[in-house]
């Protein structure tokens, strides 16, 4: 129902910034969240960041504020990621979701729609 394409992943170096998009090929309904999770090997996946797509209210993972910023496009039915002073740690198979929830959940299974993923790797 929902396709969610991803693009943006690559190689940066420590310190370096990188931008992912997410179009979605329709909105899940009149009140969702979009966001990101990652995956890094050997780790479960954890939440990064969410916004709700009609307030626009964000959420961060601690390990990213002050790093990472979300932000939607409602004329291209976007969201993104920009990530600055990327760390190694930050290397991981990032993940677009959609959840069509009216609180935010932070645990991955429950969000219905997702990515195909795309890799970040961050060299030291």
């Known amino acids: 129902q929902v396709q969610l394409v991803e693009s943006g992943g690559g190689l940066v170096q420590a310190g370096g910034s990188l931008r992912l998009s997410c179009a979605a090929s329709?909105?899940?309904?009149?009140?969702?969240?979009m966001g990101w999770f990652r995956q890094a090997p050997g780790k479960e996946r954890e939440f990064v960041s969410a916004i709700n797509w009609r307030s626009g209210t964000t959420n961060y993972a601690d390990s990213v504020k002050g790093r990472f910023t979300i932000s939607r496009d409602n004329a291209k039915n976007t969201v993104y990621l920009q990530m600055n002073s990327l760390k190694p740690e930050d290397t991981a198979v990032y993940y677009c979701?959609?959840?069509?929830?009216?609180?935010?959940?932070?645990?991955?299974?429950?969000?219905?729609?997702w990515g195909q993923g795309t890799q970040v790797t961050v060299s030291s």
């Open positions: 979701a959609a959840d069509p929830s009216f609180v935010l959940r932070v645990t991955g299974r429950l969000w219905d729609y």
């Open positions: 329709e909105r899940t309904g009149s009140r969702y969240f």
